[in-house]
């Protein structure tokens, strides 16, 4: 399976480099580095979001309120620089981590404590949150007026040529693939999801680790909560309404199978790369919103088929080795 999610992620940037050279057939300007790079830092808060989620899925599990927690936590940190502007922004940031961290800690109690389903718990505080974000702010807005100057302006510095909201993303894929890749809590994900089974007779609590991901992927929409709301310059209850769809058709379209275990940081960032060039790239040569929805839902089939065709595959060599012994 190793092989197949190379393929899988070699595949993935031939369409995205295929994609983009089709495009720049007819506007050259598409191509061009600046142009890929601003495509890159427009997206790079859906590739940190999907790194997140990718930790959830990986141990079969799913995270629904995502885009709701980084509404509520923009919502938080907005009005908290509104009313006390002089706090400083490293300090902001590590709140809003904290914040949705403890948003996640709610879903990973029940998921792990009550063994409710992930997708119920989700869906239920989706709606939750959602609602304390309408709660908190009274329905009002937080508009650029009342944010501070500091507050708008960190991620829009340069630094060696790229915006820091770009860096963000980096730190944040170098951070998940050094966890994922070489620590032993990122190993027990992939354990935990590949078979929860033999995981418990190995001494990993599959429960634990189901909390664990959750954590994770709150504190990333924490900090997504920050990024967003200082990028757009609003905070409001409809912050990234319905974007949790477009946080697991990332994830999907990179190769994270649903079913746990399988999948890698380069294959999320691709996913999200892929919806990203398909969303700056359809507008240009003049193409519906609508055939967008199209063709985002046709690339997410897709990919669903491909998981499921990879992972039956590998489970008929894995009974044949076993016939074979």
Not at 27 to 52: E, H, K, Q, W
Not at 74 to 88: D, R, S, W
Request: hydrophobic share 60%; with cysteine.
């Amino acid at each position: 399976m190793k092989s197949l999610t190379k393929y899988r992620e070699i595949w993935l940037a031939a369409a995205i480099a295929l994609l983009v050279a089709a495009v720049a057939i007819r506007f050259p300007a598409f191509a061009t580095p600046s142009r890929l790079l601003t495509v890159f830092n427009d997206y790079t808060i859906l590739i940190i979001l999907a790194l997140g989620q990718m930790t959830v899925i990986l141990t079969r599990s799913i995270d629904l309120s995502m885009a709701a927690n980084l509404a509520f936590t923009g919502m938080v940190i907005a009005m908290t620089n509104a009313a006390y502007p002089a706090i400083p922004i490293p300090m902001l940031i590590i709140m809003a981590m904290a914040i949705g961290s403890l948003l996640g800690a709610f879903n990973g109690i029940l998921v792990w404590k009550l063994d409710i389903p992930p997708i119920v718990v989700t869906l239920g505080t989706l709606t939750v949150f959602r609602g304390a974000t309408f709660v908190v702010s009274g329905g009002a807005w937080v508009n650029a007026d009342a944010m501070s100057a500091a507050f708008i302006q960190l991620q829009r510095g340069v630094f060696l040529g790229l915006p820091i909201l770009s860096w963000f993303a980096i730190a944040a894929i170098a951070a998940f693939y050094l966890f994922l890749a070489r620590t032993p809590l990122g190993r027990s994900i992939y354990a935990a999801g590949v078979n929860p089974t033999a995981s418990v007779y190995a001494g990993i609590d599959v429960g634990r680790i189901k909390f664990v991901a959750f954590v994770i992927s709150g504190m990333v929409s924490g900090l997504c909560g920050y990024l967003w709301v200082s990028r757009y310059v609003i905070a409001s209850t409809e912050v990234a309404n319905g974007y949790e769809l477009q946080i697991v058709a990332a994830c999907v379209i990179g190769g994270i199978s649903i079913a746990g275990g399988i999948g890698s940081v380069a294959g999320a960032v691709l996913g999200a790369l892929f919806l990203g060039v398909i969303g700056s790239a359809l507008p240009v040569i003049n193409v519906s919103p609508f055939w967008q929805l199209a063709i985002s839902g046709a690339a997410i089939i897709l990919a669903v088929v491909l998981n499921a065709r990879g992972e039956k595959r590998q489970g008929r060599i894995i009974l044949r080795q076993a016939e074979a012994a």
